[in-house]
T-cell receptor, first 113, second 109 residues
Framework: DAGVTQSPTHLIKTRGQQVTLRCSPKSGHDTVSWYQQALGQGPQFIFQYYEEEERQRGNFPDRFSGHQFPNYSSELNVNALLLGDSALYLC????????????FGPGTRLLVL | GQNIDQPTEMTATEGAIVQINCTYQTSGFNGLFWYQQHAGEAPTFLSYNVLDGLEEKGRFSSFLSRSKGYSYLLLKELQMKDSASYLCAVRKSNYQLIWGAGTKLIIKP
């Protein structure tokens, strides 16, 4: 039973560039939530996708956007990168729009120079 | 507003017991989760409480008091591999998770 997978594991970008991060949910899960985690902090909720739609959104600017595909995999896109976007980006999958426990992927560590 | 408080860091001895507290104030409550996160890794699910009381799972137990906005994670028979950050997360009525900053637990021999 495959767990949550994310790619890439690490990424280095420069200010102003754009980045796309990918997530495949745990087998059988239909909901994907994205989080940003700065060093020494808890995860901050970016948004959640269910049935290919953004269902909920945290306090993040429009530079952060996403997509969910029919196979439930998801992408997180960040435009016009800022130094402050450097963080660990976590994807969590669950069932039924988050009504069940969320399981996390290994994360993508993004460094913006 | 919404607020989840946990101690920043705790130290305990191998073989001992440690209790990590979490207090919360959120608009709506639909359960409380504890996750373990080793440095540089993703959080892994430990426990879930939605009703008041104690949930026991092996060496780990979690307690919830909804009226007090309080939970704790109890770790028994501590092992070196338990050195990690422990994250408390509250699920709101809309199923969104609000996270504490985590408690870094250091285990000494």
């Amino acid at each position: 039973d495959a767990g949550v997978t994310q790619s890439p594991t690490h990424l280095i970008k420069t200010r102003g560039q754009q980045v796309t991060l990918r997530c495949s949910p745990k087998s059988g899960h239909d909901t994907v939530s994205w989080y940003q985690q700065a060093l020494g902090q808890g995860p901050q909720f970016i948004f959640q996708y269910y049935e290919e739609e953004e269902r909920q959104r945290g306090n993040f600017p429009d530079r952060f956007s996403g997509h969910q595909f029919p196979n439930y995999s998801s992408e997180l896109n960040v435009n016009a990168l800022l130094l402050g976007d450097s963080a660990l980006y976590l994807c969590a999958s669950s069932l039924d729009a988050g009504q069940e426990t969320q399981y996390f992927g290994p994360g993508t560590r993004l460094l913006v120079l | 507003g919404q607020n989840i408080d946990q101690p920043t860091e705790m130290t305990a001895t191998e073989g001992a017991i440690v209790q990590i507290n979490c207090t919360y104030q959120t608009s709506g409550f639909n359960g409380l989760f504890w996750y373990q996160q080793h440095a540089g890794e993703a959080p892994t699910f430990l426990s879930y409480n939605v009703l008041d009381g104690l949930e026991e799972k092996g060496r780990f137990s979690s307690f919830l008091s909804r009226s007090k906005g309080y939970s704790y994670l109890l770790l028994k028979e501590l092992q070196m591999k338990d050195s990690a950050s422990y994250l408390c997360a509250v699920r709101k009525s809309n199923y969104q998770l609000i996270w504490g900053a985590g408690t870094k637990l250091i285990i000494k021999p």
